[in-house]
C-alpha cells in the first residue's frame, strides 16, 4: 500500500484541451514482474560428482579464500552499498554535473516493446473509452472546448466548471491501472499486452469521484476473499470497496491464495461494502496515502489531515467507520473563516515507514512534517512545516547554492508553453530511503526540474541499520538543493522515434515538469513537450563511471537520457522484481532496502516502471551497466567494450561480464526450457515472473560466447603483475621504482588481473546476503533477552526463502564451474602475451605471478563451491523434514544445540551465516550434527527409513564434500544396526558384526556418541570399545599424542580423549549404580527399542573393563587409568585386581618417579614434596605391588611415603599450596611397611637405603623397625613440648587476669607467635599491650612468651620434618632434658658408654624424685625404673641394674640426691614401713629372678664404700629379695613329684637359702646403728625365711 501514495492517487483532474483521442495507438503487452509464492519445490538440476576430483571438495583450508572474500566485500560495500548522497554534495565542489549517452551505446531508458503494441503503448480498455464519450455526450450543449484527461489538476477548480472528472493511476500491489470518469471507476491489468485486460467497472458513488487509493485490509473485519479496499473519495463521502482476487493456477495448485508483492491476479471482483462509508462535511479529499499496515490517510481541501478509521462493528465508543481529523487546531474552530486566510490544499500526501514520518504537501509550496512514532503506530503529531519552499531553499546548500538557483523570481515567470505550471512550483515530493541517506529525509521536485534534499533533524547521523532506532523529527529544514538536469543534446540518443524525428526538434532548454517521481535514487520526470499531443519523459540517476568525475566515486554526477511518450503522463509506479529474486539478496522480512542496481546485478533484473499516460499505458525499463554492456556484447564493437571498461574500470567490467559467461543456463538450449518448466511448476511464477527470471539465469549463447572471449583475453582484463616490475610508458623497466631490498628472501607481492578481482567481486556479491547473516531464523517461547535454555524447544526456519536459495546455488555452482574450467585451460596453454625482450627476461616472474594468481583463483573456487554445497544441504534439509527444520534441530544434543539456544543480541535471532558455516569448524560441525539429525529422523520414521539410501546416494552426488562415501556407508552401518534391534539369536549377532565391520572401515565420519550408546544397548560392548579406540586412532594417525616431546601431544590427546570419554562415562554409569541392573544411558538419535536393554552392573563392568585394557593402544591405557584412579578405591582396587601391563609405569609417571625396568629401590632414595595425585598413584602402585606378591618393592614404597618431604606445591590446573604429610600419617606409612616387610615371600630380597645392596629383607626390616620406633619418639617429643607450650599459654592467661589484661590480647600474641612472629617479643608486647604493664610484668610477659615462642616452632619443626634419631637426640630431646626419651633412644642406637649411660639414669631418677610430689619421690622413681627396665632388660649397658639398684637404695635412705642440709642432721630414710618391698619388688618385676638381683644386692653390700645405713637398706631389701625365692622353692617343690630326678634341686636350694639367711642375719648383727629395735627386726625376718615348712 505505501507506493500507492506515488502512484496511485498522482492522476489529472478536470480536462486538457487536444485532439487526441483516448487509445488511437494500437499498444502490445507490456512486461511486468511480481513477486512469487512458495510452492513445495522439487529436486531438479544435474549431479555434479566430479566436484570433489576436481580438488574444491574437503573443508576450506587456510584462509586464502576467506580472506579475499572478506576484502572485496569491504571495498565493494565502500563504493556502493554505504553511498549516502549527502557524502556526494559535500564533495562537489560547484554545481553538479550531468552526462549524457555515450556514443555508440544504448539507451538507458528503454521502452519495452511487444508484437501487439505499437511503440510500446497499450490503449486504454474500451470501456473507458466508451464511458468518458458517453460523459462528453450528457455536456454536449456546452460550448467549451473539452480534452482528455489531465496529467495534474488544481485543487483550487471548483467541480461545477468541470463537467467531466477523470483521474487514473496504479495500483503495483495487484498489477493494476485505474482510471475514473465522474462516478465511474476502472480497474484492468496494464501489462497484458493484446490479451483481456480484465476490465472491472464500479459505479457505486452518485458523485464524482475526487481521489481513489488502495489499502491493506485490517486483519478480521473483512471476509478472508477481501485482502485489499478501495477508497473511493468523493465531494461528500468516502467509501470503501472490497477487492477480491482470484489466484492464478500456480497459487492454487500449492494451496495459496494471498498476494505477495505485485501478485498477478487472473481476475479481481469489486464488492460493495456499504456499512463502511462516512460523509465529509463538504470536505473534498484531494489526496490519499496508505501505509503497510492498512492506515488511511487523507489529505483535505481545507488544508487538514485526516485518518480513516474503521472496524467490524458499531460500538459504544466508536464507530463502524470514521473520519478523524489529526491537523485540525483549537484555534481554527474559535477564529471565523473569513478571519482566516484561504487554506491550501493538501495535493499529496507521502508516508516514511522506515522512519515513521508523514508528509503532506501543501498547495505548491508548502510541506508539513507529522510524526507517527517509531512503529508508524501512533496517530500523526505535527512537529514542523515550511510555508514557502523557495525561501528555505535559498538557504541550502552545497556551497551556496541555493542562493543561485531560486534567486528572487519575478511574478510573471511562466512557462513559455501552455502549462499553467510555474517553475517556483512544489510538484512533487518522496521520502529518501535510509540506504540512500540517513541524514536527508525527503526530496522536493520542482517544476523546472531543480530538486531540494529536506531533513527533519539537524542532529540525525546513525549509521544504517534495519535494528537502530530512529530518532523523532522536530524540524524541517532544507539542507542542499540541485540543479534541474540539463536536456540531452539532440542526436545523442535514439529512442523508439529515431533520430531526428519532429518531436524531438524544436524544445524550449528550460524543463517544465508535469509529474515527478522518485524512488532509490531515480528521478522521473514528465515534461511538456512542443507538441501537445506528447510528452518528454526524463530519467535522472546517478553515474558511477570512472570518467563521470574527478577521480572520486562520490561525487555527484547525473546520468541523464530522454524518451518521448504519446499522451501527458498521469502516473509512475516501479514494478517490483519477483519476489524470489529480491530474496535472493534480502533476507530481511520486509525488502526496503535500496536494490542497488550494481551490487544485486547478479541476482536482479533491470527496473522496470509502468506508466499510464492520457494515450494508454506503456512500461520502460532502466538499463543497468551490466544490461549496456550485454548490448555491446551483442553489437560486437570491441572499441565500444573497450571504452565500458575504461569508464566502469577493469575490475568491475570484468565482473559484469563474468555474470554473462557463467549463466546457470543458456537461453536458446533444451536447459532454459527445462527451467522455465520449473519455474512455472515448481515456483509457481506467473509468466512476467517466469520472463524476468529466465532474463537472470540464462544468457544467449552468443552474448556467452562473447563474454568467454572478452573475459579471457588480458587487453581487456589485464595480467597479473609482481609489485616491482613497474614499466614506463616505453615498455622498459624503471628502475627508480624499485625499492631494493638487503635483506632475506621475501614473499612476492602480486597484482592480481581484472579477473582475478572481478571474480573475487562477484563471488562477494554472490554469497553477500548470506556471508554475515544467519541462514537460520530462531524463536522460542522461553527465550528471554539474553538466555534461552538449551532445553527449550526451538522453532527453526530459513531466512531466505527455499526458491530463492535455490536460485543462489544455481549461480554460485555455474560460476565454480566456468572458473575451473577457465583455470583449466589457462593451465594447459602457454602465456604468448609477453614478447619483448624485457619480459623474456622475466619470465619467470611472469610464471610466478600467473601461478599465484591461479592458485588464489582456486582458493576461492573452494570456498565457494564448499559454500553452494552448504546452501544446497542446508536448503534439502529444509525438503526432506516438509519445511520443519525444528524437529532437527530439537534432536540436537551438546555444542551444536546450545549454539542454536544461545542468544546474541547483536545478530538476533538469526543464526549459522554462511561464513560461520562454511570457514569455522564450529560450523562444519553444525551443518555435519544437522545431517546426522535428519537421517536418525528418517531412520524414526518408517517411510524415512524405507528411502534412507536414496537420500544417502542423493547427499552424496549433491553435496560431495559435505557428504562422502563414508558418510553413506556410516549410514548404511546405523541402518543395519537398526535392523539388529529386530533380530534375534544368530541374525542379531551377524547384523551387529556386519555393522562393526563398515564402522570400522570409516572410523572418521562415525556419530561416536550416538553409535557408541547404540551397541551398547545392543550389548555389543566389545565392538563399542574397538569402535572408540579406532575413531580415536584416526584422528591421531602419526600417535602424536604419545610423543611427550612433542607440543602437539596434548592437542592430539584432547581429540583422542573426545572417544574415549564414552566408554569412561559407561564405566562410571556401572560403578556408580546402586541397581544390580542398570538401564544405560542412549543417545536420543537412537531411543532403544531392543528386547532386554538393561545390563547387570557387575559383570558390564568387568567385560568392559577386561576388553579396554586387552587393548594395545597405550593412550587409551593412560586415559582408563587416569579415569579410574580418579572413581575411588573400589575402581582402583578392580583395576589393579586386572593387573594391567602398563598400569606399573603409569603409575611411577604419575607419581613422577623414573620411568623404565629398573627396580623402585634403585632409581630413588627419597621422595621430594610431591602432589596429592602422585601420592595417591604411590598407594596404588603399592597395593599393585602386593596383588604380584612384590612384599619388599611395596613395602620400601611406604617407606619413601613415610620420609617424603612437606612444602609448597602447584598441581597442574590449581594454585599453589602446601602439601603437608602428619606424623600420624607417616606412622601408618611405616607401620603398613613393617607388616608389608613381615610378609615378604622366601626367595624375595633387595636392599634398601642406607644398607648394602646384597643384604636381604631383613635389612628393610629393621631399617622399618626402627623408623617406627624414631617416629614415635618424635611423636612424644612433639606431644610433651607442645603440652610444656600449653602450660605457659596458661600461665600467660594467668598473668594476664592479674594484670588486667584482657584474653584478647593474649589471643592475638599467640596467634602472632604461631604464626612465626616472635623475633623481637618486647616489640610485640609494646605494640599490642602498650605501657599498661610495669616493668617486671613486661619482663615476665616477654619471658614467658619466648618460652611459650621456643615450644611452638619447635613442635612445628617436628611437625613439618621426619627427623633422624640422632637429630631428635641432640635438637630436642636432651635439650628439653627429656631423660628417659634419651635413654630410649641411646638404647636403639646401641650405644655403649657405660658411664654417660649411668649418668643418664642418674638425670632420670634425679628429675623423678625432684619433680614428685612431697612423699612420693621413691614412688616416682621405681616407676621410671620400671618402664624403662621392661624396655631395655636384659641389656646391661643400657640397663645397668647394679648402679640403677644402689641408687634407688639411695634414694630410699635418704642419702641421694645430695641436699643441702645441717651436718647435725642425718639423713632421713624415705622407705618406712612396707614402703622397703617398693625397690626389690620393682626390679623383680622388671628382672623376674631372685638370684639375679641377690647377687646385684651381694655385691652392693661387700663393697668397702658401702656405709652402715646404706648396707641397713641393702639388706632389708634383700629380706624381700630372699622371700621371694623361699616362695619360688617351695613352689617349685610341690610340682616336682617324687622319685624324678629333679626332686633333689629345692633341697639344694633350700639348703643354700638357709645358709644365705645365716650370713645376711650375722652382717645385720654387725651394723652400727642406732636403730636397735630395727635391727633385731631384720634379723628375724632372715630367721623367719628359713622357716620352710
Not at 46 to 73: F, H, I
Not at 1074 to 1090: E, F, G, I, R, Y
Not at 1290 to 1299: F, G, K, P, Q
Amino acid at each position: 500500500g505505501e507506493h500507492d501514495a506515488a502512484a496511485g492517487v498522482a492522476g489529472a483532474r478536470g480536462e486538457r484541451g487536444g485532439n487526441a483521442e483516448p487509445g488511437e495507438d494500437d499498444a502490445g503487452p507490456g512486461t511486468a514482474r511480481g513477486g512469487a509464492a512458495e510452492p513445495q519445490e522439487a529436486f531438479a538440476g544435474e549431479a555434479r560428482a566430479d566436484r570433489e576430483a576436481r580438488g574444491t571438495g574437503g573443508r576450506v583450508q587456510g584462509q586464502g579464500g576467506d580472506e579475499l572474500l572478506s576484502k572485496a566485500m569491504k571495498e565493494d560495500t565502500v563504493n556502493h552499498a554505504a553511498d549516502d548522497i549527502e557524502k556526494a554534495f559535500k564533495a562537489s565542489q560547484a554545481t553538479s554535473k550531468c552526462t549524457f549517452q555515450r556514443p555508440g551505446w544504448p539507451q538507458m531508458l528503454k521502452i519495452v516493446t511487444s508484437s501487439a503494441a505499437q511503440f510500446g503503448l497499450t490503449p486504454l480498455p474500451d470501456a473507458i473509452r466508451e464511458k468518458y464519450n458517453a460523459s462528453v455526450a450528457m455536456e454536449a450543449s456546452s460550448d467549451r472546448s473539452r480534452g482528455w484527461m489531465s496529467s495534474s489538476a488544481s485543487s483550487s477548480s471548483r467541480l461545477d466548471q468541470q463537467p467531466v472528472v477523470c483521474l487514473c493511476g496504479i495500483f503495483p500491489n495487484i498489477r493494476r491501472a485505474w482510471a475514473t470518469v465522474d462516478n465511474a471507476i476502472f480497474l484492468w491489468r496494464f501489462d497484458c499486452g493484446g490479451t483481456d485486460p480484465n476490465v472491472v467497472q464500479y459505479e457505486g458513488q452518485e458523485q464524482a469521484i475526487t481521489a481513489v487509493a488502495l489499502a491493506k485490509a485490517k486483519s478480521g473485519v473483512f471476509w478472508e476473499a477481501i485482502e485489499h479496499v478501495l477508497v473511493v473519495c468523493t465531494s461528500v463521502e468516502v467509501t470503501l470497496v472490497g477487492v477480491v482476487g482470484v489466484a492464478p493456477q500456480q497459487s492454487k495448485a500449492r494451496g495459496s491464495a494471498k498476494a505477495g508483492h505485485g501478485e498477478v491476479y487472473d481476475s479481481i471482483n469489486l464488492q460493495p461494502l456499504p456499512l463502511y462509508s462516512v460523509a465529509t462535511d463538504t470536505v473534498m479529499m484531494t489526496s490519499i496515502c496508505t501505509t503497510a499496515e492498512g492506515r488511511i490517510f487523507l489529505g483535505g481541501e481545507d488544508g487538514h489531515i485526516y485518518e480513516l478509521l474503521y472496524s467490524v462493528s458499531d460500538n459504544w465508543r466508536n464507530k463502524r467507520c470514521s473520519l478523524v481529523c489529526h491537523s485540525n487546531r483549537l484555534l481554527n474552530m474559535i477564529v471565523p473563516s473569513f478571519l482566516r486566510t484561504a487554506p491550501s490544499a493538501v495535493e499529496q500526501i507521502v508516508a516514511d515507514e522506515e522512519r515513521g514520518i508523514l508528509y503532506a504537501r501543501m498547495g505548491t509550496t508548502g510541506i508539513q512534517v507529522f510524526d507517527l512514532g517509531q512503529n508508524c503506530s501512533e496517530a500523526p503529531k505535527k512537529v514542523a512545516e515550511i510555508v514557502d519552499i523557495i525561501d528555505g531553499a535559498r538557504k541550502a546548500g552545497p556551497h551556496g547554492l541555493g542562493r543561485q538557483l531560486f534567486a528572487r523570481e519575478g511574478s510573471g515567470s511562466r512557462s513559455q508553453t501552455q502549462s499553467t505550471a510555474k517553475p517556483s512550483d512544489l510538484v512533487h515530493i518522496a521520502a529518501l530511503e535510509r540506504s540512500v541517506s540517513e541524514s536527508l529525509h525527503l526530496v522536493g521536485i520542482m517544476g523546472d526540474g531543480r530538486r531540494i534534499f529536506l531533513s527533519t533533524n539537524s542532529h540525525y547521523r546513525t549509521p544504517f541499520s534495519r535494528t537502530s532506532k530512529v530518532p523523532r523529527p522536530s524540524e524541517l529544514r532544507a539542507q542542499y538543493v540541485q540543479k534541474a538536469p540539463d536536456r540531452p543534446p539532440f542526436g545523442s540518443h535514439k529512442g523508439v522515434f529515431g533520430v531526428g524525428s519532429p518531436h524531438r526538434q524544436l524544445h524550449s532548454d528550460k524543463l517544465v515538469v508535469e509529474y515527478g517521481f522518485y524512488k532509490e535514487g531515480v528521478h522521473l520526470f514528465s515534461c511538456e513537450a512542443e507538441d501537445s499531443s506528447h510528452t518528454q519523459l526524463f530519467l535522472v540517476c546517478r553515474d558511477f563511471t570512472l570518467g563521470s568525475g574527478p577521480g572520486s566515486m562520490h561525487d555527484l554526477v547525473e546520468l541523464v537520457t530522454m524518451e518521448v511518450v504519446r499522451g501527458h503522463v498521469c502516473a509512475v509506479s516501479e514494478l517490483d522484481a519477483p519476489q524470489v529474486l529480491r530474496r535472493a539478496v534480502q533476507v530481511e522480512e520486509e525488502l526496503k532496502c535500496n536494490f542497488s542496481e550494481i551490487l544485486h546485478a547478479p541476482m536482479l533484473p533491470a527496473k522496470r516502471y509502468s506508466i499510464v499516460s492520457t494515450a494508454g499505458t506503456l512500461v520502460v525499463e532502466k538499463l543497468r551497466p551490466v544490461d549496456l554492456l550485454q548490448n555491446l556484447l551483442e553489437g560486437g564493437n570491441k572499441e565500444h567494450i573497450r571504452n565500458f571498461f575504461q569508464s566502469y574500470g577493469l575490475v568491475e567490467s570484468a565482473c559484469m561480464c563474468l555474470i554473462f559467461a557463467a549463466p546457470v543456463s543458456r537461453s536458446d538450449t533444451a536447459n532454459a526450457d527445462f527451467w522455465a518448466e520449473e519455474l512455472k511448476t515448481a515456483f509457481g511464477m506467473n509468466p512476467d515472473e517466469i520472463e524476468a527470471t529466465l532474463k537472470v539465469i540464462t544468457k544467449p549463447s552468443f552474448v556467452v560466447e562473447e563474454a568467454k572471449k572478452i573475459f579471457a583475453d588480458a587487453d581487456f582484463t589485464g595480467r597479473p603483475i609482481q609489485e616491482d616490475e613497474v614499466l614506463d610508458a616505453q615498455g622498459a623497466m624503471n628502475i627508480n621504482s624499485i625499492n631494493f631490498d638487503m635483506g632475506g628472501p621475501h614473499e612476492p607481492k602480486i597484482r592480481f588481473s581484472g579477473r582475478h578481482d572481478g571474480f573475487c567481486l562477484l563471488a562477494g556479491r554472490l554469497l553477500r546476503p548470506l556471508w554475515d547473516v544467519g541462514i537460520f531464523s530462531i524463536s522460542s517461547s522461553s527465550a528471554t533477552s539474553t538466555s534461552r535454555s538449551s532445553n527449550a524447544i526451538l522453532e527453526v526456519s530459513l531466512a531466505m526463502q527455499p526458491k530463492s536459495m535455490r536460485l543462489l546455488e544455481e549461480r554460485m555452482s555455474a560460476l565454480v564451474d566456468y572458473m575451473l574450467e577457465y583455470t583449466q585451460h589457462q593451465a594447459n596453454s602457454e602465456n604468448r602475451g609477453y614478447l619483448t625482450d624485457y619480459t623474456r627476461r622475466t619470465r619467470q616472474k611472469v610464471e610466478v605471478a600467473i601461478a599465484k594468481e591461479q592458485e588464489s583463483i582456486m582458493s576461492m573456487c573452494g570456498l565457494l563451491q564448499r559454500s553452494y554445497e552448504t546452501l544446497r544441504m542446508v536448503r534439502m534439509l529444509h525438503e526432506k523434514t516438509g519445511g520443519n527444520l525444528s524437529v532437527l534441530v530439537n534432536r540436537l544434543e551438546g555444542a551444536p544445540k546450545e549454539y542454536f539456544a544461545r542468544v546474541d543480541r547483536k545478530i538476533g535471532e538469526n543464526k549459522g551465516s554462511l561464513h560461520e558455516l562454511v570457514v569455522m569448524d564450529e560450523g562444519e560441525n553444525i551443518v555435519r550434527s544437522l545431517i546426522s539429525s535428519l537421517m536418525s529422523y528418517k531412520m524414526d520414521i518408517s517411510s524415512g527409513a524405507i528411502h534412507l539410501k536414496e537420500i544417502s546416494r542423493e547427499l552424496e552426488v549433491s553435496c560431495p564434500t559435505l557428504f562422502q562415501a563414508d558418510d553413506r556407508v556410516f549410514y548404511d552401518a546405523r541402518m543395519t544396526l537398526r535392523s539388529a534391534r529386530t533380530a534375534s539369536g544368530v541374525e542379531r549377532s551377524q547384523l551387529i558384526q556386519s555393522a562393526l565391520k563398515m564402522l570400522l572401515q570409516v572410523p572418521l565420519v562415525v556419530n561416536i556418541h550416538a553409535v557408541f550408546s547404540e551397541l551398547i544397548d545392543l550389548k555389543a560392548y566389545e565392538g563399542a570399545v574397538d569402535l572408540v579406540i579406532q575413531a580415536a586412532a584416526m584422528r591421531d594417525p602419526s600417535n602424536i599424542a604419545s610423543l611427550q616431546d612433542d607440543n602437539r601431544a596434548k592437542e592430539y590427546q584432547n581429540l583422542r580423549e573426545e572417544c574415549y570419554i564414552l566408554v569412561i562415562e559407561a564405566l562410571n554409569q556401572l560403578k556408580t549404580s546402586s541397581m544390580t541392573d542398570v538401564s544405560l544411558a542412549t543417545s536420543p538419535l537412537t531411543p532403544s527399542k531392543a528386547d532386554g536393554n538393561t545390563h547387570d552392573a557387575t559383570t558390564t563392568y568387568n567385560r568392559i573393563l577386561s576388553h579396554c585394557l586387552a587393548s594395545s593402544d597405550i593412550c587409551f591405557h593412560r586415559y582408563i587409568y587416569m579415569q579410574l584412579m580418579g572413581m575411588g578405591l573400589d575402581a582402583q582396587n578392580n583395576l589393579i585386581q586386572q593387573n594391567p601391563a602398563y598400569l606399573e609405569g603409569f603409575l611411577r609417571e604419575q607419581a613422577g618417579l623414573p620411568s623404565g625396568p629398573a627396580p623402585v629401590h634403585n632409581v630413588i632414595k627419597k621422595l621430594p614434596v610431591i602432589a596429592a595425585k602422585a601420592v595417591e598413584s604411590l598407594e596404588v602402585l603399592g597395593r599393585l605391588y602386593v596383588h604380584r606378591h612384590m612384599f619388599p618393592q611395596a613395602a620400601y614404597l611406604q617407606l619413601l611415603l613415610a620420609e617424603r618431604l612437606n612444602g609448597s606445591i602447584a598441581e597442574e590446573g590449581e594454585p599453589q599450596h602446601e602439601s603437608f604429610v602428619t606424623l600420624e600419617r607417616r606412622q601408618q606409612h611405616l607401620l603398613d611397611g613393617l607388616r608389608l616387610a613381615k610378609s615378604r615371600g622366601q626367595h624375595q630380597s633387595f636392599g634398601s637405603p642406607g644398607l648394602r645392596e646384597d643384604l636381604n629383607g631383613t635389612a628393610l626390616l629393621d631399617t622399618l623397625q626402627c623408623k617406627v620406633e624414631v617416629i614415635a619418639f618424635q611423636m612424644s617429643l612433639a606431644e610433651s613440648i607442645s603440652t610444656q607450650g600449653n602450660k605457659y599459654a596458661s600461665e600467660l592467661y594467668r598473668l594476664a587476669e592479674t594484670e588486667d589484661v584482657t584474653s584478647s590480647h593474649v589471643e592475638r600474641l599467640l596467634e602472632l607467635v604461631n604464626k612465626g612472629v616472635h623475633d623481637n617479643m618486647d616489640a610485640l608486647l609494646r605494640a599490642e599491650l602498650g605501657h599498661s604493664l610495669s616493668p617486671s610484668a613486661q619482663e615476665v610477659f616477654a619471658s614467658l612468651f619466648s618460652s611459650y615462642a621456643s615450644c611452638a616452632t619447635k613442635v612445628m619443626n617436628l611437625r613439618m620434618t621426619f627427623f633422624s634419631l640422632e637429630d631428635l637426640y641432640n635438637d630436642f630431646a636432651r635439650p628439653e632434658c627429656m631423660w628417659p626419651l634419651c635413654l630410649e633412644m641411646l638404647h636403639l642406637a646401641n650405644f655403649s658408654d657405660v658411664q654417660m649411660l649411668k649418668d643418664h639414669w642418674d638425670m632420670c631418677l634425679y628429675a623423678a624424685v625432684t619433680e614428685s610430689v612431697d612423699g612420693q619421690s621413691l614412688t616416682a622413681a621405681c616407676a621410671v625404673v620400671k618402664e624403662l627396665g621392661q624396655k631395655f632388660y636384659p641389656n646391661d649397658v643400657a640397663f645397668p641394674i647394679q648402679h640403677i639398684v644402689q641408687r634407688l637404695e639411695e634414694v630410699a635412705a635418704g642419702v641421694w640426691p645430695v641436699v643441702d642440709q645441717p651436718e647435725s642432721e642425718a639423713p632421713v630414710p624415705l622407705a618406712q614401713g612396707d614402703s622397703y618391698e617398693l625397690i626389690p619388688t620393682t626390679l623383680l618385676s622388671v628382672c623376674g629372678a631372685s638370684e639375679r638381683l641377690r647377687y646385684v644386692y651381694e655385691g652392693l653390700i661387700e663393697r668397702h664404700t658401702t656405709t652402715d645405713v646404706v648396707k641397713y637398706q641393702y639388706l632389708k631389701s634383700l629380706t624381700v629379695v630372699l622371700e621371694f625365692a623361699k616362695n619360688e622353692i617351695l613352689k617349685s617343690k610341690d610340682e616336682v613329684a617324687p622319685g624324678m630326678l629333679s626332686a633333689n634341686k629345692p633341697l639344694r636350694e633350700a639348703g643354700l637359702l638357709v645358709e644365705l639367711c645365716d650370713k645376711y642375719a650375722l652382717k645385720a648383727q654387725s651394723l652400727n646403728l642406732d636403730q636397735d629395735l630395727e635391727v633385731q627386726h631384720l634379723v628375724q625376718r632372715f630367721e623367719g625365711i628359713k622357716n620352710l615348712s
